[in-house]
């Protein structure tokens, strides 16, 4: 009713039940009497009554509310962050071994990424004209591989419009193994929908007709066919099966194992690898029994994925595997080590170059040596060995101890380019000691009689162990082994501080390690904590190089000569490499190893 006031609170009820606006103050309102004849309802707790079932009504209908607009935003977050797969992968066989696909379109993010990491890089800084700088180079590289026979803008530019995939099947690798060649291969392009086989090819042959569509020879034995924007080439099987896949459904896009580990990968991709695991390992079972070669392969993953992104300051290449079953172990065997963060990076030097960290390697190498010892090919061998270790009371005790073992390799004087070495083993402080106390007593033993020399030092209240060994030859052939290695000497330094075993080689190198202090290693460095951080932590096992480091102390200790020429002409984009980093982390859901390629 024009002019009438409808309260706030009144509106989601006029909206939901459609009433017009002061209807329900004229309403009639029916009353009962009781017998003493006072209304049954009195008006005040009848409009109390009115009021309390329309304010249940409004909540009921503001939750409902409420709750669909949750649901609708929650199915926007799936639809809008799934990756779906490309339509291209319709047309590799749903049996495929072997699937890649790259994407040149740069999908998602991975332009703004691109774009932020070559910035890093002279001549990129402008990030406007990033597409066209992008063509140049590609033009310079398709000119230079063609000997200018290619033309980037006319024959390649169009096939980079979109994602670019290729497919091997069991027989094209069966063949290959045998000298043959890939039979069914087949490559899969998104074109820009504007070319044909003829502009690509130039001159093509046929043309023949495939289930409706047309195919044109180009060369000796190749099919080129055009299916709307999508370009098809391979041999004449290969492109068949192609077009059979993507007619009836059946195409790698559809492979529940695929499926499975393109999802294990985080985020856009530039480029992916699909390896079916199954399959792979029984062709070379297969491969090995045509050979004469009877082995049973340990249980492999089903699949392996593997995924190239960029990042900001990083280039990331992760391989992805399906988990593998746990297979029934001795009880007295001890359990797979949990991940941890590193703890050796806080005692190495902040000048390190290069660090392998491995996590738990006493139980890996107990358990690894109890699977071989059930294997029936290697169990006899196995049982040798640990008859030879008893000496040493077992394997156990040989490597039992050992928790996380490192190797690192530093600089250890600018002023004579050497680069000297540690191998770090982390235990039970005790252990470490007993462990360090026999290896001495060992080689006290051994220098009876022959060049081996021992003799101890203090440094900053910390016990070394200098070994030389001699002449290698002359050792060799007291133990048996000639040729070990005549006129080269082997000297190595031995200590143990805080549950960590040291044996390292170079001169200085003890000293240098036990002179680092935890705010200034390499651990505390930004280039370490930066790569390690985007390789993941805590992990099983991790790598780190220092690429500034290296390049400087090579172009500061390297002859000229070494480093001139193509090197230097690529120093000023090398001068931005920060550094390299991998690990490996072990989870329910499979086996995660990333590498990553830092800029600064």
Same mark, same amino acid.
């Given at each position: 009713?024009?002019?009438?006031?409808?309260?706030?609170?009144?509106?989601?009820?006029?909206?939901?039940?459609?009433?017009?606006?002061?209807?329900?103050?004229?309403?009639?309102?029916?009353?009962?009497?009781?017998?003493?004849?006072?209304?049954?309802?009195?008006?005040?707790?009848?409009?109390?009554?009115?009021?309390?079932?329309?304010?249940?009504?409004?909540?009921?209908?503001?939750?409902?509310?409420?709750?669909?607009?949750?649901?609708?935003?929650?199915?926007?977050?799936?639809?809008?962050?799934?990756?779906?797969?490309?339509?291209?992968?319709?047309?590799?066989?749903?049996?495929?071994?072997?699937?890649?696909?790259?994407?040149?379109?740069?999908?998602?993010?991975?332009?703004?990424?691109?774009?932020?990491?070559?910035?890093?890089?002279?001549g990129f800084a402008d990030q406007s004209s990033l597409s066209e700088k992008l063509d140049e180079v590609l033009a310079r590289l398709v000119n230079a591989a063609s000997n200018g026979g290619l033309d980037y803008a006319t024959r390649v530019k169009p096939l980079l419009a979109g994602p670019l995939v290729m497919a091997m099947g069991a027989t094209d690798l069966a063949g290959m193994t045998?000298?043959?060649?890939?039979?069914?291969?087949?490559?899969?392009?998104?074109?820009?929908?504007?070319?044909?086989?003829?502009?690509?090819?130039?001159?093509?042959?046929?043309?023949?007709?495939?289930?409706?569509?047309?195919?044109?020879?180009?060369?000796?034995?190749?099919?080129?066919?055009?299916?709307?924007?999508?370009?098809?080439?391979?041999?004449?099987?290969?492109?068949?099966?192609?077009?059979?896949?993507?007619?009836?459904?059946?195409?790698?896009?559809?492979?529940?194992?695929?499926?499975?580990?393109?999802?294990?990968?985080?985020?856009?991709?530039?480029?992916?690898?699909?390896?079916?695991?199954?399959?792979?390992?029984?062709?070379?079972?297969?491969?090995?029994?045509?050979?004469?070669?009877?082995?049973?392969?340990?249980?492999?993953?089903?699949?392996?994925?593997?995924?190239?992104?960029?990042?900001?300051?990083?280039?990331?290449?992760?391989?992805?595997?399906?988990?593998?079953?746990?297979?029934?172990?001795?009880?007295?065997?001890?359990?797979?080590?949990?991940?941890?963060?590193?703890?050796?990076?806080?005692i190495l030097p902040p000048d390190t170059l290069g660090y392998l960290e491995l996590h738990g390697v006493g139980a890996s190498v107990q358990r690894g040596v109890a699977a071989l010892r059930d294997n029936p090919?290697?169990?006899?061998?196995?049982?040798?060995?640990?008859?030879?270790?008893?000496?040493?009371?077992?394997?156990?005790?040989?490597?039992?101890?050992?928790?996380?073992?490192?190797?690192?390799?530093?600089?250890?004087?600018?002023?004579?380019?050497?680069?000297?070495? #540690?191998? /770090?083993?982390? %235990?039970? $402080?005790?252990?470490?000691?007993?462990? =360090?106390?026999? !290896?001495?007593? &060992?080689?006290?033993?051994?220098?009876?009689?022959?060049?081996?020399?021992?003799?101890?030092?203090?440094?900053?209240?910390?016990?070394?162990?200098?070994?030389?060994?001699?002449?290698?030859?002359?050792?060799?052939?007291?133990?048996?082994?000639?040729?070990?290695?005549?006129?080269?000497?082997?000297?190595?330094?031995?200590?143990?501080?805080?549950?960590?075993?040291?044996?390292?080689?170079?001169?200085?190198?003890?000293?240098?390690?036990?002179?680092?202090?935890?705010?200034?290693?390499?651990?505390?460095?930004?280039?370490?904590?930066?790569?390690?951080?985007?390789?993941?932590?805590?992990?099983?096992?991790?790598?780190?190089?220092?690429?500034?480091?290296?390049?400087?102390?090579?172009?500061?200790?390297?002859? #000229?000569? /070494?480093?001139? %020429?193509? $090197?230097?002409?690529?120093?000023?984009? =090398?001068?931005? !490499?920060?550094? &390299?980093?991998?690990?490996?982390?072990?989870?329910?859901?499979?086996?995660?190893?990333?590498?990553?390629?830092?800029?600064?």
């Open positions: 009713m024009p002019g009438t006031h409808v309260p706030e609170s009144e509106l989601p009820l006029v909206a939901a039940t459609g009433e017009a606006p002061g209807l329900s103050a004229v309403e009639p309102r029916s009353e009962t009497v009781d017998l003493t004849g006072e209304p049954a309802n009195p008006p005040a707790l009848a409009g109390a009554a009115a009021a309390s079932g329309r304010g249940r009504r409004r909540w009921l209908l503001g939750g409902g509310i409420a709750v669909a607009a949750v649901a609708v935003g929650i199915w926007a977050i799936l639809i809008l962050s799934a990756r779906p797969l490309p339509e291209a992968l319709r047309y590799l066989p749903g049996d495929s071994v072997i699937v890649v696909e790259l994407r040149p379109e740069l999908p998602g993010d991975q332009r703004a990424h691109l774009g932020n990491l070559l910035a890093h890089f002279p045998r000298g043959g060649s890939a039979a069914r291969a087949l490559v899969v392009m998104t074109t820009d929908g504007k070319v044909d086989c003829d502009t690509i090819f130039g001159s093509t042959g046929g043309p023949e007709t495939y289930r409706a569509l047309e195919l044109r020879s180009v060369g000796k034995d190749a099919l080129c066919a055009m299916d709307g924007k999508f370009l098809l080439l391979g041999s004449a099987s290969g492109v068949h099966a192609g077009i059979d896949a993507k007619l009836a459904g059946s195409g790698i896009d559809a492979n529940g194992r695929y499926r499975t580990a393109r999802a294990a990968l985080d985020g856009d991709q530039l480029g992916t690898l699909f390896v079916d695991g199954t399959k792979a390992s029984d062709l070379i079972t297969s491969a090995m029994a045509s050979s004469g070669v009877t082995l049973k392969l340990p249980s492999g993953p089903e699949w392996a994925m593997v995924g190239v992104r960029i990042l900001d300051d990083a280039v990331s290449l992760e391989l992805r595997t399906a988990p593998i079953p746990e297979t029934a172990t001795a009880t007295d065997l001890p359990t797979r080590a949990p991940v941890a963060d590193s703890r050796f990076a806080a090919g290697t169990s006899a061998a196995v049982g040798q060995i640990e008859q030879r270790l008893a000496v040493v009371g077992g394997l156990d005790n040989l490597v039992g101890w050992i928790e996380e073992l490192g190797i690192a390799v530093f600089p250890i004087d600018t002023g004579r380019a050497g680069i000297g070495g #540690a191998v /770090l083993v982390r %235990g039970d $402080a005790g252990k470490v000691e007993v462990e =360090l106390a026999q !290896l001495r007593n &060992l080689l006290v033993l051994a220098s009876i009689g022959t060049d081996i020399t021992v003799h101890e030092s203090d440094h900053a209240g910390t016990a070394i162990s200098t070994v030389d060994l001699g002449d290698l030859g002359v050792l060799g052939n007291a133990l048996g082994i000639p040729g070990l290695g005549s006129g080269v000497s082997l000297k190595f330094d031995l200590a143990a501080r805080d549950g960590v075993l040291m044996f390292s080689v170079g001169d200085g190198v003890a000293e240098k390690l036990l002179d680092v202090s935890a705010g200034a290693a390499l651990g505390s460095t930004s280039s370490y904590q930066a790569a390690v951080r985007l390789a993941g932590t805590p992990n099983n096992a991790q790598l780190y190089l220092a690429l500034d480091g290296f390049l400087g102390w090579a172009e500061a200790h390297l002859p #000229a000569d /070494l480093i001139a %020429g193509p $090197a230097q002409s690529l120093r000023p984009y =090398l001068d931005h !490499l920060a550094a &390299l980093a991998a690990s490996r982390r072990s989870t329910s859901a499979g086996e995660r190893d990333r590498l990553v390629l830092t800029v600064k």
